[in-house]
Nanobody
Framework: QVQLVESGGGLVQPGGSLRLSCVAY????????MGWFRQALGKQREMVAS???????NYVASAKGRFTISRDNAKNTVYLQMNNLEPEDTAVYYC??????????WGQGTQVTVSS
């Protein structure tokens, strides 16, 4: 059974950093472009970063220069390093395949709250 487990969220002050992790169980992780998504209260889920199986990355404009996505295929894990966090980054963060047709059931996500 496929399961995505996100962790690493928390409460951080503006300007702070967090590193999120996502472990993919029971799926062919290494062959897929993976993405980190977020959903703020009352808003639609959006993809903020993606990484191909070869390591090519892509970011939404608001994340460029602040977020870094990486992956460890041997551990079936994708990471999101977030620096210089802003209140607008507050959301529940999820990982999944970047391609909608290949997405697995969503995990529980990890809450990121940026507040002073």
């Amino acid at each position: 059974q496929v399961q995505l487990v996100e962790s690493g969220g928390g409460l951080v002050q503006p300007g702070g950093s967090l590193r999120l992790s996502c472990v993919a169980y029971g799926t062919i992780f290494s062959s897929r472009t993976m993405g980190w998504f977020r959903q703020a209260l009352g808003k639609q889920r959006e993809m903020v970063a993606s990484i191909t199986r070869g390591g090519t990355t892509n970011y939404v404009a608001s994340a460029k220069g602040r977020f870094t996505i990486s992956r460890d295929n041997a551990k079936n894990t994708v990471y999101l390093q977030m620096n210089n966090l802003e209140p607008e980054d507050t959301a529940v963060y999820y990982c999944n395949s970047a391609a909608p047709m290949l997405q697995e059931p969503w995990g529980q996500g990890t809450q990121v709250t940026v507040s002073s």
